[in-house]
């Protein structure tokens, strides 16, 4: 399953207000994946926030999407680390570990 939303999607919903963040925590607390999974591309391709990345890790592992989970637990823990967030970074280490082993994709970084 990909999560790619057409440029011209991508385009016309970029926003890096606070209303777009409280959005798509909103979608992701009710459940709703593929909106969450949307809105936090979108901010990802804005912002690049490390935050915007574990949002949109959190809602591909619901999709049961290995690769944009993995690769936005990646971007999330590098983003933390360059910003010295030493939470986010242990938390997104813990949770690409976890996931990596979930998926299969290797154990060795679960370890």
Same mark, same amino acid.
């Given at each position: 399953?990909? #999560?790619? #939303?057409?440029? !011209?999607?991508?385009?016309?919903?970029?926003?890096?207000?606070?209303?777009?963040?409280?959005?798509?925590?909103? $979608?992701?607390?009710?459940?709703?994946? #593929?909106?969450?999974? /949307?809105?936090?591309?979108? #901010?990802?391709?804005?912002?690049?926030?490390?935050?915007?990345?574990?949002?949109?890790?959190? &809602?591909?592992?619901?999709?049961?999407? &290995? /690769?944009? @989970?993995?690769?936005?637990? /990646? &971007?999330? *823990?590098?983003?933390?680390?360059?910003?010295? $967030?030493?939470?986010?970074?242990?938390?997104?280490?813990?949770?690409?570990? *976890?996931?990596?082993?979930?998926?299969?994709?290797? !154990? @060795? !970084?679960?370890?």
């Amino acid at each position: 399953m990909s #999560l790619a #939303l057409t440029p !011209v999607d991508r385009e016309a919903e970029r926003v890096t207000t606070s209303d777009a963040w409280l959005d798509a925590h909103a $979608e992701l607390g009710a459940g709703h994946w #593929l909106r969450a999974a /949307e809105l936090f591309a979108v #901010l990802v391709d804005s912002t690049d926030d490390p935050h915007a990345h574990e949002g949109l890790a959190q &809602a591909a592992w619901w999709l049961d999407d &290995a /690769e944009t @989970a993995l690769g936005a637990r /990646e &971007a999330a *823990y590098r983003g933390f680390r360059s910003t010295g $967030e030493d939470r986010g970074a242990a938390r997104a280490a813990v949770s690409l570990g *976890y996931d990596s082993m979930l998926f299969g994709a290797g !154990v @060795a !970084v679960g370890r």
